[in-house]
């Protein structure tokens, strides 16, 4: 089996450290592409032994399972790009926020007849081997398809398959879940040091907390309420602590960021729908090698919102729809 990458960034990085620590595929059976091969993750990747392309194409020739690993308004053309090279070994995992799988089925039914796609959502900790993924199947993949994801994503951390209208809310919840995490720990390493704590240990202490709470946690069985309820002592610090949480809305903050990074997730789909990309992002992807292509030119568009967006149109056939 070998893996493919379309995108070398922080995700294709913590995955491919993932895979190559839990053992599961060689380096030398990966390859990535990335139109920019000065990125950091991209020096990365080669350093791990991986193999680096600028080709998208190559990226799919090479591979048995592609993970789509861009952002997910970049998906359609992406889509369009590779979508000839696609052949019935492939299975496509797509990794971008909101993308749906009937989206990519649509673009990818003009090439194959039964292409094989899957959706998923995972988080960075797949680098430590404690990542948080969920996965749903499309219409022609296989059961064993499924199951070839599961082994590779469950070498990195916890995997399990859900219905598909879940994946936007375990986006708000474990997609996006370790920058709360991370912005949590980086205050409570603030409250340390200004209660005397130098800046290393209050960090290793506040982190140490989280982990060995959350492993508290799934060690257990009971509710976390619970387990908070048995750190406060009647009239203790704790208490006292946890009363400032909820004065300031500790509670309400996290669950309004778990429903907004849900909300836009799925206006991510939306966008993704248009097929319209902003200039400043068409430099980050392959499309400034499309446009040079003869034939192919840039038309100002205006969106929902009344700014110009990027429409490509082929100009040497009159009528042809939008890539």
Not at 23 to 42: E, K, W, Y
Not at 123 to 145: F, K, L, M, Q
Request: aromatic share 4%.
């Amino acid at each position: 089996m070998s893996v493919g990458f379309i995108g070398a960034g922080q995700l294709a990085h913590a995955l491919v450290k993932g895979f190559t620590a839990a053992g599961v595929i060689a380096t030398h059976r990966i390859t990535a592409s990335s139109p920019d091969t000065d990125l950091p993750t991209v020096l990365g990747l080669r350093k791990m032994g991986v193999n680096l392309t600028t080709s998208n194409k190559e990226a799919v020739n090479k591979s048995d399972v592609l993970f789509l690993a861009v952002k997910p308004h970049i998906i359609p053309f992406v889509l369009d790009e590779v979508g000839p090279d696609i052949e019935d070994r492939h299975l496509i995992v797509s990794c971008a926020a909101g993308v749906t799988i009937s989206s990519i089925e649509k673009k990818l039914l003009q090439y194959r007849s039964a292409p094989k796609v899957i959706r998923c959502m995972t988080n960075t900790p797949v680098v430590v081997r404690e990542g948080a993924t969920v996965y749903a199947t499309g219409t022609h993949a296989e059961v064993e398809d499924g199951k070839l994801l599961e082994q590779l994503m469950a070498s990195v951390g916890f995997c399990t398959e859900v219905e598909e209208d879940l994946i936007d809310a375990v986006t708000g919840l474990s997609g996006s879940g370790p920058a709360y995490a991370f912005t949590a720990l980086d205050a409570l390493a603030d409250g340390g040091v200004k209660m005397g704590l130098p800046r290393r240990l209050a960090v290793r202490l506040g982190a140490q907390a989280l982990l060995g709470a959350a492993k508290m946690l799934l060690d257990s069985e009971q509710h976390p309420g619970q387990l908070k309820d048995n750190v406060c002592s009647p009239g203790g610090a704790t208490i006292h602590a946890l009363h400032f949480l909820e004065s300031g809305g500790f509670r309400s903050l996290l669950i309004n960021a778990v429903e907004a990074s849900c909300i836009r997730t799925r206006e991510l789909q939306f966008l993704a729908d248009q097929e319209r990309i902003s200039p400043a992002a068409i430099k980050k992807t392959t499309l400034d090698k499309v446009l040079q292509q003869p034939g192919v030119t840039v038309r100002g568009v205006a969106n929902g919102n009344g700014r110009s967006g990027l429409s490509l149109l082929n100009s040497s056939r009159p009528g042809v729809k939008k890539i």
